[in-house]
């Protein structure tokens, strides 16, 4: 039964061999490395690169993944939402450079306004007791 064994993964072996020799002589690139990446504005400009850097995840990596790309494209639309753009537009494109193996990035963003609150108002507060209503209003508690 040994014997059977090494005879199995000896085929294995050089069946994957062979097989990485074919990828090498058929000058497969290999992944390509993350190049620049690169943020451009259609109206405003409301933060730095360096800030939308942090929310993206690629530059953490060596390598390029296209899900990965998508994937911070969303984190970046989410970053925008979660400060207030609602109506944010992120586009992404890619520039390869062939002789380097390496994928320039780029995101463009149109933020669009920016929802702010000016204004909110309690209903219903004159129906609790005083000490929950100074709780609500941040008023310290009469002596």
């Given at each position: 039964?040994?014997?059977?064994?090494?005879?199995?993964?000896?085929?294995?072996?050089?069946?994957?061999?062979?097989?990485l020799?074919v990828?090498?002589?058929?000058?497969?690139?290999?992944?390509?490395?993350?190049?620049?990446i690169?943020?451009?504005?259609?109206?405003?400009?409301?933060?730095?690169?360096?800030?939308?850097?942090?929310?993206?995840?690629?530059?953490?990596?060596?390598?390029?993944?296209?899900?990965?790309?998508?994937?911070?494209?969303?984190?970046?639309?989410?970053?925008?939402?979660?400060?207030?753009?609602?109506?944010?537009?992120?586009?992404?494109?890619?520039?390869?450079?062939?002789?380097?193996?390496?994928?320039?990035?780029?995101?463009?963003?149109?933020?669009?306004?920016?929802?702010?609150?000016?204004?909110?108002?309690?209903?219903?507060?004159?129906?609790v007791?005083?000490?929950?209503?100074?709780?609500?209003?941040?008023k310290?508690?009469?002596?």
């Open positions: 039964m040994r014997l059977f064994n090494t005879h199995i993964y000896t085929a294995i072996f050089i069946m994957l061999a062979s097989l020799n990828c090498i002589a058929a000058n497969i690139p290999a992944r390509p490395e993350n190049g620049d690169e943020f451009t504005f259609k109206t405003t400009s409301t933060f730095k690169d360096a800030v939308l850097q942090e929310v993206l995840l690629l530059p953490r990596e060596n390598f390029f993944d296209r899900n990965t790309f998508e994937e911070d494209r969303q984190r970046l639309k989410k970053f925008y939402f979660d400060n207030g753009f609602f109506d944010v537009l992120v586009d992404t494109s890619t520039k390869v450079n062939t002789e380097d193996n390496i994928i320039d990035l780029k995101f463009t963003i149109r933020e669009n306004d920016r929802y702010t609150i000016r204004q909110y108002v309690y209903l219903g507060v004159e129906n007791n005083k000490e929950v209503e100074n709780e609500i209003y941040g310290q508690a009469s002596e």
